[in-house]
């Protein structure tokens, strides 16, 4: 059983560009959380997803930052027009449904440079 | 809200020394605690987590008691590898019951030979 999987492992973009970032979570389970990790800080949560729907997106940016998880394929963290302060890492977090609320599954993170 | 506060690092210590980061949380209703290592250049591993008050956690030869008196998840270790060389991330479940954490700031521990 594969881990979660996220890509790519690295991204740069210039500023104005856009950033999408995928996540696979683990066979079986369908909630997904995104993470972001500026340098030298611990994660903030930004947002919590379920089959095509949002849960929780208390976290995210109001402009620029949107997250989806369709019925097929992965969940995928869109930031448009991306500026110097969004490079961080970006990770990932999947639970199983009779899990839930009591472990998160992360994956390998994806970082982001702006440049 | 919520929050998790951890000892500032970075903590340097000696191989086979005994290991102590101190962690304490706030938060309403009764969340679970978690530990999250995390080695350079990788995702969050967990390492241990507690459900409920009193319990311990334990995995590698790391503790730590969930202590809502206190309101503590205190991580030790008897005696710590270069190995163990890694970032620790103390964490709660978030009162919404969602299931999304909150996380401390994270401590560096660096053990040297």
């Not at chain 1, 104005?16 to 995928?22: H, K, S």
């Not at chain 1, 992965?74 to 639970?95: E, H, K, N, T």
């Not at chain 2, 000696?14 to 995702?43: H, K």
Request: glycine content about 10%; overall charge positive.
């Amino acid at each position: 059983n594969a881990g979660v999987m996220q890509n790519p492992r690295h991204l740069v973009r210039r500023r104005g560009q856009e950033a999408r970032l995928r996540c696979s979570p683990m066979k079986g389970h369908s909630h997904v959380y995104w993470y972001r990790q500026l340098p030298e800080e611990g994660l903030k949560f930004m947002v919590y997803l379920q089959k095509e729907n949002i849960i929780d997106e208390s976290g995210m940016p109001k402009e620029r930052f949107s997250a989806e998880f369709p019925k097929e394929g992965p969940s995928i963290l869109r930031i448009q027009q991306v500026v110097r302060g969004d490079s961080a890492a970006y990770f990932c977090a999947s639970s199983p449904p009779d899990r839930f609320g009591t472990e998160a599954f992360f994956g390998q993170g994806t970082r982001l440079t702006v440049v | 809200g919520d929050s998790v506060t951890q000892m500032e690092g970075p903590v340097t210590l000696s191989e086979e020394a005994f290991l102590t980061i101190n962690c304490t949380y706030t938060a309403t209703g009764y969340p679970s605690l978690f530990w999250y290592v995390q080695y350079p250049g990788e995702g969050l591993q967990l390492l241990l987590k507690a459900t409920k008050a009193d319990d311990k956690g334990s995995n590698k030869g790391f503790e730590a008691t969930y202590r809502k008196e206190t309101t503590s998840f205190h991580l030790e270790k008897g005696s710590v590898q270069v190995s163990d060389s890694a970032v620790y991330f103390c964490a709660l479940s978030g009162s919404s019951n969602t299931g999304k954490l909150i996380f401390g700031q994270g401590t560096t521990l660096q053990v040297k030979p």
